[in-house]
């Protein structure tokens, strides 16, 4: 050896030494003058204080998002890591990591040696532990009381916590670049799968990251990244990690990074609801909830939820905006049919941010007329007796002060229940809370979640005039026991919450219970279905899926419309849909023809439509409670009420009914020839007495000009007092309801008042 080379070596062992020396001092130094942070450093925060992210599942248990306050982070436990994953980490950053006590002295001196060779910093020396206490707990100061505390930190760490604890810190602390904490956040950022499924040479990538993320991430410098990678896998080959074939077969692959175009908050308004939920669930802060590292079973039917979401991309589906370009806000549930659980729900035609105001969930609006199966039929149905044949007379009337009105005054005399829902006539509704009660409705009301006002003791709630209004969602779940067969459940959007340990710590073990009788259901059912068939949600009349519905509406003044609304049901999904404008006022309201059965009840049937594409969509089953009957239509018109169908009446005027067992028609109908009355009119003044031969026990229509002007049984004259004397009129006696035929035409008498 020259002399030249014996003083280098000589040289650098007088250096390690030195630095030995010096490092002895400093951790004497350290440790017998304080340096605050090492002493108040507890390594058990490292774990309680890291940061991890609220995953949410949904309802067929797939991750849909990932969610934290300020960084993405999953945390996974060490046994979910693949081995050659760890020993990449642990070749590139700490190759003695199992053998050191948290300092390694011998890779110190290394590094001292090379920047001492090269005249400047080349090499680090910083161990996992040490890392980890950087990442977790200091600042990224580069002073020498920092470095100080990182030192004693470490020792500290490794007297508390084994290796793999560490190790299993460490991989999910260390920040990965693209927004990605930890080796979990990692693996989907940048190649969408799990750490548990990262091959060798994927492993070795994201552990090449970690020393300069801006340098060494694929997706920024992929060729940079390359490189690193080849290093890391040539340190694992090194250190007996792999085999050389093993090395060049990972080298040669050729990396696909996953496009980073997933949202990191998905289906806003859904996940707005289940973060506000399992805040109250749990009685922890929102912030709180994002970074404890809880896992939360969602209701969520992604498929569901997308579809609903296209359909609020279509502006043709909503109503023209204002004048100042102000969009018609709107908010949709879909709720389970079967448990009230939240399969879909959008907010509002924007999500703008992180809780952003919720319509579904928060907004408070009229009901009008969407109401009264809840508040008014229903009860009537259930307490009353009541069927949907039951006959109501729809005219002009006031009750303890209050006068009602029809839309457009249009009153239309006897009319039954079944007529009165599907038609929404107001009068009826308001009669029949009348009769049911106030109290007693709004008892049933509030046990299928509707709130009211301790001022809401008026007949106007009959027509929605409610104080505070309802939400969208407290609307669709009322309706729950029409589709249930009678029991209702409050609308949940979480199953199951576990903690950051794999605990669970909420289930929902809630059971719906009953509040309606399942015979009531089905005629409140068969009654909304009218509503599509014939009434006001035409709209949502489609071919091969029976539906039930009910619309609502609630005017700005005689011109415009404040609310639109919709719910609309079957066995499998309730879905409701809420269209207005936020404030409505003389520059933002919906025009008049914007009614529940126009663009809601649209944007609903669009959405059954889909649901339906691929499956069948079920019926209501009749409960065995439930009786239908063949009604006679013209016994129910002149006698306004249900006349069981004979053989005498013809199918043109048979119709079907369904009953309870207590309210099945006791009659039949009974036809019989008869001969033609003999008729006469006597005029005195300007009264007309008609006089025929009349059967005792029939019923005969008499009817001047066509319009009916009386109807008697056993008698045999009807006294006329005409309004305009001296014009003539027909009189009719018209066959009585039951006559099958009878011997003549109808006698015509022409009588002109003196």
């Known amino acids: 050896m020259s002399e030249n080379k014996k003083r280098k070596v000589i040289w650098r062992i007088l250096t390690v030494i030195v630095f030995f020396v010096l490092c002895v001092t400093v951790f004497l130094f350290a440790y017998l003058f304080g340096i605050e942070e090492w002493k108040q450093f507890k390594p058990a925060d490292i774990y309680q204080n890291m940061e991890r992210s609220l995953v949410l599942l949904d309802d067929d248990g797939a991750e849909y998002a990932c969610i934290s306050s300020e960084q993405k982070r999953r945390y996974v436990s060490l046994d979910e890591i693949p081995q050659h994953v760890r020993d990449a980490f642990i070749a590139i950053e700490d190759a003695r ?206 498929s569901l939820q997308e579809s609903l979401e296209a359909l609020y991309e279509n502006d043709e589906l909503f109503p023209e905006n204002a004048s100042d370009g102000t969009p018609v806000q709107s908010a949709s549930v879909v709720l389970d049919a079967e448990n009230s659980q939240i399969r879909a729900l959008v907010g509002g035609r924007e999500h703008e941010s992180r809780f952003s105001f919720n319509r579904a969930t928060d907004a408070r609006r009229q009901p009008g007329s969407s109401i009264k199966p809840v508040l008014v039929y229903a009860p009537a149905v259930e307490y009353c007796g009541y069927s949907a044949a039951s006959f109501i007379l729809d005219e002009p009337v006031t ?35 009348n009769e049911v009660g106030i109290s007693r409705a709004k008892s049933y009301a509030s046990k299928v979640g509707i709130q009211f006002d301790e001022k809401d003791n008026y007949l106007s709630l009959a027509l929605g005039g409610f104080t505070r209004g309802v939400t969208p969602l407290e609307l669709g779940a009322s309706y729950m026991p029409f589709a249930s067969g009678g029991y209702y459940k409050t609308p949940s959007c979480i199953t199951e919450i576990y903690d950051k340990d794999g605990n669970k710590v909420y289930e ?68 409701t849909c809420w269209m207005g404008f936020d404030s409505t006022d003389d520059s933002h309201n919906m025009s008049g023809d914007v009614t529940g059965g126009s663009y809601p009840a649209a944007l609903a049937a669009e959405l059954f439509s889909k649901i339906y594409e691929q499956k069948i969509a079920p019926s209501f089953s009749i409960p065995s409670g439930v009786f239908s009957a063949q009604l006679d239509k013209k016994m129910l018109e002149t006698y306004h009420k249900a006349i069981l169908a004979s053989s ?30 003999d008729v006469t009119a006597k005029v005195s003044g300007n009264s007309v007495l008609i006089s025929f031969e009349a059967d005792p026990e029939m019923t005969y229509k008499i009817l001047r000009d066509g319009v009916e002007i009386a109807v008697i049984k056993g008698e045999s004259a009807v006294e006329y007092t005409d309004e305009t004397p001296g014009t003539s009129y027909e009189i009719r006696v018209s066959p009585p309801a039951g006559v099958i035929s009878m011997s003549g035409e109808d006698v015509s008498v022409v009588v002109t008042p003196n």
């Open 97 to 302: 990591f199992y053998s050191h006590g948290g300092v390694d002295l011998v890779r110190i001196g290394g590094a001292l040696l090379e920047d001492i060779k090269s005249g400047g910093i080349v090499q680090g020396a910083s161990t996992i532990s040490q890392q980890l206490v950087k990442v977790s707990t200091l600042t990224y100061n580069q002073t020498v009381s920092r470095k100080l505390a990182e030192i004693m930190m470490a020792f500290k760490l490794e007297r508390e916590y084994t290796k793999d604890e560490i190790l299993e810190l460490y991989l999910n602390a260390v920040y990965f670049g693209n927004g990605a904490y930890g080796i979990e956040q990692a693996a989907r950022a940048y190649f969408n799968c799990s750490a548990s499924e990262l091959t060798l040479a994927q492993g070795a990538t994201l552990a090449g990251i970690i020393k300069a993320p801006s340098n060494y991430a694929p997706h920024i410098n992929p060729e940079n990244s390359q490189k690193r990678r080849n290093l890391v896998l040539e340190q694992m080959l090194a250190a007996g990690f792999i085999s050389e074939a093993e090395c060049s077969s990972a080298q040669e692959e050729q990396l696909t990074v996953a496009e980073n175009s997933q949202s990191s908050y998905p289906y806003g308004y859904f996940t707005d609801t289940v973060i506000e939920q399992a805040s109250e669930i749990l009685g922890i802060s929102k912030e709180d909830l994002l970074k404890k590292g809880y896992t939360i079973h969602t209701t969520l039917d992604v």
């Open 399 to 433: 009750i303890d002060g209050y006068s009602p009105s029809n839309a457009g005054n249009k009153y239309r005399g006897w009319v039954t229940m079944r007529t009165a829902v599907a038609n929404s006539i107001n009068v009826p509704a308001v009669k029949l809370l």
């Open 508 to 575: 929902d073990n809630s059971d719906s219970y009953a509040v309606l009788s399942s015979e009531t259901s089905y005629i409140m059912s068969s009654m909304l279905g009218s509503c599509v068939s014939e009434g006001t949600a035409k709209k949502l009349k489609l071919e091969n899926i029976p539906l039930s519905a009910k619309t609502g509406t609630s005017s700005y003044n005689d011109s415009s419309n404040r609310d639109a609304w919709v719910v609309a049901y079957n066995s499998d999904y309730i879905v």
């Open 648 to 677: 005498g009446t013809s199918d043109a005027d048979r119709m079907t009914e369904y009953f309870t067992d207590s309210t099945l028609p006791d009659s039949t109908a009974e036809y019989k020839e008869i001969a033609v009355p």
